[in-house]
């Protein structure tokens, strides 16, 4: 079974500035997906990112962007330029290219953003 | 198109009471999917269905849980009785079949059980 793991519960950044948030995964498969998902004090889920475990190019989506490592296992997400709306808990997850689609989530990751 | 949409929003109840949640996917979407989040486990897989059909329930967590889809456009999770420990906030997503498509997340309906 696949496990998700983001070892990070909590993290702050100020605002303007740039912030990561680790994600690795552990899987056998070689063809899947990885997302990361936003959820603000709203509760809706949100996605921000997407990419494919076939593309070697790191996917990209304005101020947010992917460090994907295929062989470590790891695909991090990098926030440029933080903005007071990006405090929320941000969700890795993964998904199977096989039959089947449904999602594993990593545990969660709190931003604080700081004014 | 609205989006996926739940009902109700919000329930409170007491042990022992039945609850059932609504869930209207997007329309096309032939994958729908119900998930649970808690602080303590996070967000948990419940069940999943591809074109109505249940594909996999091993995320139910005891016979007390139950879900059906009718039809593409209507799906319930139905807890028969309720405990405190079910209180959580249950997501309802849906998606087109296919691999790398995304899941569209519903508001979630936040149930406690008293």
């Known amino acids: 079974a696949q496990t998700v793991t983001q070892s990070q519960p909590e993290m702050s950044v100020q605002e303007a500035e740039t912030v990561t948030l680790s994600c690795t995964y552990d899987t056998s498969e070689s063809d899947y997906y990885l997302f990361w998902y936003k959820q603000p004090p709203s509760r809706q889920m949100i996605l921000v990112i997407r990419q494919e475990a076939y593309k070697q190019q790191n996917a990209t989506e304005n101020r947010f962007s992917v460090n994907f490592q295929k062989a470590a296992k790891s695909f991090s997400l990098k926030i440029s330029d933080s903005q007071l709306g990006d405090a929320a808990m941000y969700f890795c997850?993964?998904?199977?290219?096989?039959?089947?689609?449904?999602?594993?989530f990593g545990g969660g990751t709190r931003l604080m953003v700081k004014p | 198109d609205a989006g996926v949409i739940q009902s109700p929003r919000h329930e409170v109840t007491e042990m022992g009471q039945e609850v059932t949640l609504r869930c209207k996917p997007i329309?096309?979407?032939?994958?729908l999917f119900w998930y649970r989040q808690t602080m303590m486990r996070g967000l948990e897989l419940l069940i999943y269905f591809n074109n109505n059909v249940p594909i996999d329930d091993s995320g139910m967590p005891e016979d007390r849980f139950s879900a059906k889809m009718p039809n593409a456009s209507f799906s319930t999770l139905k807890i028969q009785p309720s405990e405190p420990r079910d209180s959580a906030v249950y997501f309802c997503a849906s998606s087109l079949k296919r691999g790398g498509n995304e899941q569209f997340f519903g508001p979630g309906t936040r149930l406690t059980v008293l």
């Open positions: 329309s096309g979407h032939n994958s």
């Open positions: 997850a993964y998904r199977t290219s096989r039959a089947g689609n449904m999602l594993t």
